[in-house]
């Protein structure tokens, strides 16, 4: 059976903190590591587009990411929000689906404020304008 209470590397926290808190980067992405251990896998800089981020989800493995959102609201106000993504595409292992659905809420709970989850299997899920409209 997939442990559920994998470690979470305190770089994660301390990366989602800076999306959240300081403002200077855009995403994170992070990776389950042996089974065992969630890290921090890539940090998208401030000047990073969404497309920058999606082209960095592998196409055939899960992930987990947060990212801070721009959108405009359906009254015309242009706001951030941040988006947890669980990326788990079609292709990917039934095992490495598991291990990423199992530990999902473990990492999580860690990050106050996260606004929406999305998860996604197709690159359509995650789209910016189907994030856009979740969001509204």
């Not at 993504?85 to 598991?98: A, E, G, L, R």
Request: hydrophobic fraction near 40%; charge should be negative; charged fraction near 30%.
């Amino acid at each position: 059976m997939v442990d559920a209470n994998l470690n979470v590397d305190d770089a994660c926290v301390v990366a989602y903190n800076r999306l959240k808190l300081t403002k200077d980067i855009k995403f994170v992405t992070y990776k389950v590591e042996g089974q065992s251990n969630v890290i921090v896998e890539r940090v998208g800089e401030l000047e990073s587009t969404y497309q920058d981020f999606v082209h960095s989800l592998p196409q055939n493995e899960p992930r987990f990411a947060v990212y801070d959102f721009d959108y405009t609201a359906d009254d015309g106000i242009t706001s951030k929000k941040i988006v947890f993504i669980h990326w788990s595409p079609d292709n990917s292992t039934v095992k490495n689906k598991m291990i990423y659905a199992s530990s999902k809420e473990n990492l999580k709970r860690r990050f106050a404020g996260i606004h929406r989850e999305v998860q996604a299997c197709s690159l359509a899920e995650v789209e910016q304008r189907e994030i856009a409209q979740a969001l509204r």
